[in-house]
């Protein structure tokens, strides 16, 4: 699935963060200064980041034709 646009407790954006996010932490980043230095602050928007496993090649393979 894809990244939500917004938080879903505060509604920040938060899907504009995601590419840079994801790169830099595949880079060997940690997330929490990852996070920081992208000024994701509240809890609530970090979990998104944190909590968000992309299932989007799993779910293509079973797509009906």
């Given at each position: 699935?894809?990244?939500?646009?917004?938080?879903?407790?505060?509604?920040?954006?938060?899907?504009?963060?995601?590419?840079?996010?994801?790169?830099?932490?595949?880079?060997?980043?940690?997330?929490?200064?990852?996070?920081d230095?992208?000024?994701?602050?509240?809890?609530?928007?970090?979990?998104?980041?944190?909590?968000?496993?992309?299932?989007?090649?799993?779910?293509?393979?079973?797509?009906?034709?």
């Amino acid at each position: 699935m894809y990244i939500p646009v917004r938080c879903f407790t505060c509604g920040a954006p938060v899907a504009d963060q995601w590419d840079e996010y994801e790169s830099r932490t595949k880079g060997g980043a940690k997330p929490a200064e990852v996070l920081d230095e992208l000024h994701v602050e509240r809890f609530c928007c970090r979990r998104m980041f944190l909590s968000h496993v992309n299932v989007m090649d799993r779910i293509v393979k079973y797509t009906k034709l």
